[in-house]
């Protein structure tokens, strides 16, 4: 009898459509290069499917899954437990399952956070956040318990920039405030870190956030969410100005590299994830 084990680690994504999904690509080429016999499956699980796909999930001993658009709140009732980010968030995107019970987890500000903290602490920093979606949400959470002093929120719904802010200001020790994005936002004097929170230039290199680009100073920190193109337009009109910049790159190998810790406790290479990336996007460039 052979003592070869084909039993693969299961984990996988749910989302629709998901077709454009890179992950499975970036994390199957990790857990190659690190030997696992492990396997990152990318679903197609309409909403209507969802209570069936978690349920078939833990019933095949998957060890846990990503939750993309359109599960990451409605996921929420079919599991047991919520890490204190995602709490806050009141979001899921990354579920681990052991020993029969299901935690969520969010790693989309967790993500940013570690590609931010690659160049700068954000502890007593000063903050604005383009944008009040659910990435917005998630980067203000963890901002704010990662120490920021101050939080600007910008929004053109602005009651959804004051619920961000307002989160902010009742669940740490950071100051928070909303404005309304009207006409080009100007970046106020003594910001530290400025961040594109919205969809604004993902997959159109001409597209940029309507932003006062001569109010960013010199030696500011100038962050975009947007992985493709990794240089967006916003980034490199910062640069110019003589900016700091991080891409979305590494946001999205770093969410990758926290949700295989979370289910698998170990740590994949994150350089193998991010030269996948850069090549499938270089390949969707030609």
């Not at 903290?117 to 704010?144: N, Q």
């Not at 080009?184 to 870190?193: A, K, L, Q, Y």
């Not at 597209?207 to 030696?219: E, F, H, M, N």
């Not at 590299?257 to 979370?262: A, K, S, Y």
Request: aromatic share 4%; net charge negative; with cysteine.
């Amino acid at each position: 009898m052979s003592d070869q084990n084909f039993r693969s680690i299961l984990t996988g994504s749910f989302s629709t459509p998901c077709a454009d999904n890179p992950t499975v690509a970036m994390i199957e080429a990790a857990y190659i290069h690190e030997g696992l016999n492990a396997r990152y499956i990318n679903c197609d699980v309409k909403a209507d499917n969802l209570a069936a796909a978690v349920k078939g999930a833990k019933a095949m001993e998957w060890v846990g899954f990503n939750c993309s658009l359109p599960h990451k709140v409605a996921v929420l009732e079919h599991l047991d437990a919520l890490d204190e980010s995602a709490k806050l968030i009141g979001a899921v995107n990354c579920v681990a399952i052991k020993d029969g019970r299901l935690t969520g987890h969010n790693t989309d500000g967790k993500g940013f956070l570690a590609s931010l903290r690659e160049i700068t602490d954000p502890a007593e920093k000063r903050v604005l956040l383009l944008g009040a979606g659910g990435a917005a949400r998630a980067i203000a959470v963890e901002l704010a318990l990662a120490g920021v002093a101050h939080l600007t929120v910008v929004n053109r719904d602005v009651k959804k920039a004051e619920t961000i802010a307002a989160l902010v200001r009742d669940n740490s020790s950071a100051d928070a405030e909303a404005k309304p994005w009207q006409g080009d936002v100007s970046v106020p004097e003594g910001t530290d870190i400025v961040i594109n929170a919205t969809s604004i230039g993902l997959g159109d290199p001409e597209a940029i956030p309507p932003v006062d680009i001569k109010s960013l100073t010199k030696g500011q920190i100038v962050a975009d969410v947007i992985p493709n193109p990794p240089q967006t337009r916003f980034l490199q009109e910062a640069h110019a100005q003589g900016c700091t910049t991080l891409d979305g790159l590494g946001m999205l190998v770093n969410q990758g590299l926290i949700g295989v810790e979370i289910w698998l406790g170990k740590t994949l290479d994150g350089d193998v994830m991010a030269q996948t990336l850069e090549e499938i996007f270089e390949s969707s460039g030609d």
